[in-house]
């Protein structure tokens, strides 16, 4: 959505805001974003799916906000969609400070350091054990669900680019997971967290919030670590993030169990994701690397059924 068609959508619901400078953020993967008289941040959804997170995503934080221990976005403005459980867009205060990095993680004293994963445990430990009052639509993620889902995409869109033999590999990597009996504890999560959703104030070495919620969900909780230890490029180093999940009272080795399953199956989810969401390059460029055969299927499925670790 471009700027003017933005303002235009705000104006249409909300004809007595008065704006004053209305600026393009960016885009991502699920939304573009504009900032409103240096105060409010729209979001609007690219597709079907983020129209139905943001949905979520109000609804949550609305619930949480007084509940977490540090600052979450303010839902201000709400723009409805003509579907259920959807939104045109979402309105939500500021939040200050600068996006966390690798370079401010590092300048920050062993103390400071510290102060940080305190903060942020407490955050999760408190997110964790939230109780929704009521149930909303599309929260509550089922394991075989998705995977039956993400299957039946996979299929439809890259089998008929596939030789034969990669087919029943991947036949079978679907069969382990959906007779699974899996068993993991179930919360809520933020589901997509790394350092760039945290924002820092460098003045006062202080966290002034955290931000993008578009894909909380009530999952397993060991996606919110296996999701930190992806990250720790773009910020949180590996100490950082063992120390953060030993105050979660977390096992670090569990969780580096399950991140090398979700190493293996990445080639499969990129293959969903790209098919999903229209990313051409990503779906050629995976259903091309597995062209010879999924890498680790042996290790990961023949010699040991290694499923159970799906996230």
């Known amino acids: 959505m471009n700027k003017l068609e933005a303002q235009a959508a705000i104006e249409k619901v909300y004809p007595d805001l008065v704006i004053e400078n209305f600026e393009f953020l960016g885009s991502g993967f699920d939304s573009d974003a504009f900032l409103l008289n240096q105060?409010?941040?729209?979001?609007?959804?690219?597709?079907?799916?983020?129209?139905?997170?943001?949905?979520?995503?109000?609804?949550v934080l609305r619930e949480i906000k007084d509940?977490?221990?540090l600052k979450v976005p303010e839902i201000c403005f709400v723009g409805e969609s003509n579907r259920k459980h959807q939104?045109?867009?979402?309105?939500?205060?500021?939040?200050?400070?600068?996006?966390?990095?690798?370079?401010?993680?590092?300048?920050?004293?062993?103390?400071?350091?510290?102060?940080?994963?305190?903060?942020?445990?407490?955050?999760?430990?408190?997110?964790?054990?939230?109780?929704?009052?009521?149930?909303?639509e599309g929260l509550e993620v089922d394991k075989k669900t998705k995977a039956a889902y993400e299957y039946k995409v996979i299929k439809q869109a890259a089998y008929p680019l596939l030789p034969k033999s990669v087919q029943l590999?991947?036949?079978?990597?679907?069969?382990?997971?959906?007779?699974?009996?899996?068993?993991?504890?179930?919360?809520l999560i933020h589901n997509d967290f790394g350092a760039s959703n945290v924002y820092y104030d460098q003045a006062t070495n202080q966290i002034c919030g955290l931000i993008d919620f578009g894909d909380v969900a009530i999952y397993d909780r060991d996606m919110e670590f296996v999701c930190l230890m992806f990250d720790y490029e773009e910020g949180f180093d590996q100490e950082f993030v063992q120390k953060l999940m030993i105050?979660?009272?977390?096992?670090?080795?569990?969780?580096q169990k399950k991140l090398g399953f979700v190493d293996f199956y990445n080639q499969l989810e990129n293959i969903?994701?790209?098919?999903?969401?229209?990313?051409?390059?990503?779906?050629?460029?995976?259903?091309?690397?597995?062209?010879?055969?999924?890498?680790?299927?042996?290790?990961?499925?023949?010699?040991?059924?290694?499923?159970?670790?799906?996230?």
């Open 272 to 311: 969903y994701l790209g098919q999903e969401f229209g990313m051409t390059e990503l779906f050629e460029d995976s259903v091309a690397e597995i062209q010879q055969g999924l890498k680790g299927y042996e290790e990961n499925i023949l010699l040991e059924d290694k499923t159970i670790d799906y996230l």
């Open 67 to 69: 509940q977490v221990p």
């Open 169 to 187: 590999e991947i036949d079978e990597v679907y069969r382990r997971i959906l007779q699974q009996d899996f068993h993991y504890q179930k919360c």
């Open 87 to 136: 939104l045109e867009f979402v309105g939500h205060e500021k939040i200050n400070g600068v996006p966390l990095t690798a370079d401010i993680l590092q300048s920050l004293t062993t103390e400071e350091k510290e102060n940080l994963n305190k903060e942020l445990a407490a955050f999760f430990k408190t997110l964790h054990g939230i109780k929704l009052p009521e149930s909303i």
């Open 39 to 59: 105060s409010y941040v729209f979001k609007f959804p690219r597709h079907t799916r983020a129209a139905r997170n943001l949905y979520k995503e109000a609804v």
């Open 247 to 255: 105050a979660c009272e977390i096992d670090p080795s569990e969780i």
